[in-house]
DNA sequence: TATAGGCATACGACTCAGTGCAT
DNA sequence: CTGCACTGAGTCGTATGCCT
């Protein structure tokens, strides 16, 4: 009988979940089956399990049986398993101790934690349903073929079909090259809500339009009738379940929208079943939420990872990218909604506000939803968790995989606290402008001294243990020791890694550049590429697993040595050495003497370095890490300097980037001078916009928390005392006032100040000068000379400022 | 539910010497 | 002459955000 009914299905996984059947858990995977249709597989063998690892007082069997007796009926333990494994790259035998209810896990935990002879309790703490794709080895967005057996869809399921797994899951090897996006249905949608001047209160506040589009479709908006919002939110559960997206993204949905809708239905007695299965979203891993068989995606967190963009609003982030360019589009300050509402007059702007908003989040959809599909099936969470986790978690997702393959138990979580240890070198840079300078870069110099190194916490030598000096490979300057073979857990990985993305860099050569074959290969290699480049932070982190703070130095060491060999180099062959940091070198851009010092790095050290840019001129003051230079197709690089700041007005920062583009391209200290000089007159004749002024500093805790007084939390307390909410991690706009105690009693939030309070004279000499300042100083320009009433400063100005 | 350390910069808080003024 | 408030210079700590 068994298996006689058994089929292959072929379906893409897009997320893994659980639910308990009487005191039983069901795996479910949800999917989507090579015909289109959208699935679920159910699995109800699997079990949830964790490790023991004794410390020798108690024989193996004896812990055995003692953990047997803490057994209870709720979730009675099923196996206790001697087993052999490696814990930190050495051989160990521990127990695998089975249970069934995964809730019960942490009691467990807990319970045999208290027992004599355990070192300790591992990988208690893996989530069920991720526990059981690495186990079975699937990697969310891949293609996989599977013996299954059909069942009937059940109750509160809406999906095509269900199935049962049957037998063997493998992954189809003939749909890796295939886009995983292809064929999913993606929604987008944004909620507004009435609100006037104060953070809205889902308790009274009413939802008064939900837009939504489906990828390719119009977009739809709902509207509540005047403050009645139960409609809006019954007809947003219906519209989401016509449509049945597979993907559904926002744009800060997880901390603004869902929580809002959710609360809001709860108020209006409306059941928020967005989910395939008929249950309300829920908050989830990483501050995600989480709805039942689709992908929620907040494309904020693609957004964080722009780091050119200082301020992160949806409109700002969509015209960055070109996707709704700002001059194109409504814009409204969510204090104005309310007023937009009761207006009639004004509603039809308020309509073509949220379409443009909608609109902005599906284009925002497209451009990062290809590089979430690629990291999702690299690092194997789920697309709607792997942009909300941080970059250490990414990481070490991976190498929970790639231990449970290699036999490795997964090191607890433990907490540190660390003291810091040394870097990279930062040379001093040479003052002035340098023409023709070639910057050279080592190519992924920390993952390759890993590499090298066989670098990882396996490898490292431990107190007490004693090895050859030819055996080992010794850091300089901290004296790690590391052996040479076999090769370690982080070696071993970073090496598929780096050999896994030289093949797609390669394949990626068959495709023109602008094919979608090339722009899927592209978006998985930089996936790969940043997992690689995360790992030796991720070493240093203290809450890592894989924690080896000996490693992180070791690393940073053996950088340090590489890169003063190179400049040591580069004296030899006679290359004037401008700058550089930690991998990169800036120098005269003598072809013949970068290719013999290229050659050096390459055949002596055993590492790549390359020519990544030319510049035509570069500047610099005395300082690190800051620098402006021109490119060869006459770009301007601005680097560290005000300019490229998001703490600076953007009066400043334009001024700078200015002063720095007329300085480098037509060497003029006269123009530039000149060009401050207008600005500062504009200013003073208020012919400058206020929204030049502001000033954005992050809220990095609640405003009370502060030992220094500031004046963007003098903004934040001002905005809290007017009923708007205010959380760490905001960005707090201000304008400085006019007055006459310290700065931070004379900030206010920008919506709060009118044009005619702004201390003009406070952006003049705090923001304007010193950013032009900072770049004209070296030429000889003053202070003076900037603010003068004249051509030239006068007497009269001497005089007035005595001195 | 924080990848790392190195660095520049602004401003508040504080110390301390010098100064002016009332007593 | 003493005592005190005030001022400016200098130093240190806090805070933020950049670079690689």
Known sequence: MKGSDATLLSFQLLDVSYEMRGSTPVIILWGRGADGSRVVVFYGEF??????????????????????????????????????????????????????????????????????????????????????????????????????????????????????????????????????????????????????????????????????????????????????????????????????????????????????????????????????????????????????????????????????????????????????????????????????????????????????????????????????????????LPLDQVMAASVGFRLEWRLIREAAKLGELVPNRVERSEGRYAGAIVLRPKPGVHEDIAVLDFASMYPNIMVKYNVGPDTLVRPGEEYGEEEVYTAPEVGHKFRKSPPGFFKKILERFLSWRRQIRSEMKKHPPDSPEYKLLDERQKAIKL????????????????????????????????????????GELGLEVIYGDTDSLFVKNDPEKVERLIRFVEEELGFDIKVDKVYRRVFFTEAKKRYVGLTVDGKIDVVGFEAVRGDWSELAKETQFKVAEIVLKTGSVDEAVDYVRNIIEKLRRGQVDMRKLVIWKTLTRPPSMYEARQPHVTAA?????????????????????????????????????SKEEVDVEYYVDKQVVPAALRILQYFGVTEKRLKGGGRQSTLLDFMRRGK
């Not at 990218?321 to 004004?346: H, M, N």
């Open 47 to 380: 079990r949830p399990y964790f490790y023991v690892l004794p410390d020798g007082s108690v024989g193996l069997d004896q812990l055995a049986a003692m953990i047997r007796r803490l057994s209870r009926p709720s979730s009675p333990i099923l196996s206790v398993e001697r087993v052999r494994r490696r814990f930190i790259g050495r051989e160990v035998e521990a127990l695998k101790v089975t249970t069934l209810v995964p809730a019960s896990v942490r009691e467990y935990r807990e319970a045999v934690r208290r027992l004599g002879g355990v070192r300790d309790v591992l990988e208690a703490d893996i989530p069920f349903a991720l526990r059981f794709i690495i186990d079975f080895n699937l990697y969310p967005m891949r293609w996989y073929v599977a013996e299954v057996r059909e069942v009937a869809v059940p109750h509160g399921y809406s999906v095509d079909r269900a199935y049962t797994l049957s037998g063997d899951i493998r992954e189809d090897e003939t749909r890796i090259q295939e886009d995983p996006l292809k064929g999913l249905r993606v929604m987008a949608f944004d909620i507004e809500v009435y609100s006037k001047m104060r953070t809205p209160d889902p308790k009274k506040d009413p939802v008064i339009m939900i837009g939504l589009q489906q990828a390719g479709g119009e977009i739809e908006i709902l509207e509540a009738e005047d403050r009645s919002d139960k409609k809006v939110i019954a007809g947003f559960v219906e519209r989401v379940k016509s449509i049945d997206p597979d993907v559904i993204v926002g744009y800060n949905q997880n901390r603004f929208d869902w929580p809002y809708l959710v609360e809001r239905a709860r108020v209006l007695g409306v059941k928020l079943a967005v989910g395939r299965r008929s249950v309300e979203p829920q908050p989830g891993l990483y501050g995600h939420y989480s709805v039942s068989g689709r992908l929620n995606v907040d494309l904020l967190d693609f957004a964080e990872e722009l780091h050119e963009v200082k301020v992160k609003t949806l409109e700002e982030v969509a015209d960055y990218l070109g996707v709704v360019k700002i001059g194109e589009r409504v814009t409204l300050e969510w204090w104005q909604i309310g007023e937009y509402w009761d207006d009639p007059s004004k509603r039809e702007i308020l309509r073509k506000y949220l379409r443009d908003d909608v609109r902005s989040t599906m284009g925002l959809a497209e451009k990062f939803l290809p590089f979430g599909a690629e990291l999702s099936q690299v690092s194997g």
């Open 531 to 570: 997992l690689a480049n995360a790992s030796y932070g991720y070493m240093g982190w203290p809450h890592a697993r894989w924690y080896c703070r000996e490693c992180a130095e070791a690393v940073t060491a053996w950088g340090r040595s590489i890169i003063r060999t190179a400049i040591r180099k580069a």
């Open 717 to 753: 307390l001002l905005m809290e005392r007017a009923g708007i909410k205010v959380e760490p991690g905001a960005k707090i706009g201000y304008v400085v006032t006019k007055g006459s105690g310290p700065l931070y009693t004379r900030a206010k939030p920008y919506f709060m100040a």
